[in-house]
Nanobody, 121 residues
């Protein structure tokens, strides 16, 4: 079974809200820092938001600060990315990641397959 599986992506209009979900399997989510990254073709994967292993210190990228929020539910092994006031520049494939220490765009231990978010004007 895959460790991380994202869902919730879709096509929306600017200003809309969307919640991405990441189901974590075979891993104790309490032992991992988790995060969300996004990537568009031809560009580097970029950091979006992260949560430490204790689930109490969320960090978000400047580009989404005030609009995106990361959270988790340890009982259901879920990681969420709540997105509001979506902008066309938010269009990307969003990936969930987990790491025993910290998540980065290139060194995270586990990655999901990604879910596409498309935001139109």
């Amino acid at each position: 079974q895959e460790e991380l599986v994202e869902s919730g992506g879709g096509s929306v209009q600017a200003g809309d809200s969307l919640r991405l979900s990441c189901h974590v399997s075979r891993l104790d989510i309490r032992m991992f820092a988790v995060g969300w990254f996004r990537q568009v073709p031809g560009k580097e994967r970029e950091f979006v938001a992260a949560l430490d292993r204790f689930g109490i210190s969320p960090t978000v990228a400047d580009a989404v600060k005030g609009r995106f929020d990361i959270s988790r539910d340890v009982d259901s092994n879920m990681v969420y990315l709540q997105m509001k006031s979506l902008k066309p520049e938010d269009t990307a494939t969003y990936y969930c990641a987990a790491d025993l220490r910290w998540v980065t765009a290139t060194t995270s231990d586990y990655w999901g397959q990604g879910t596409q978010v498309s935001v139109s004007s």
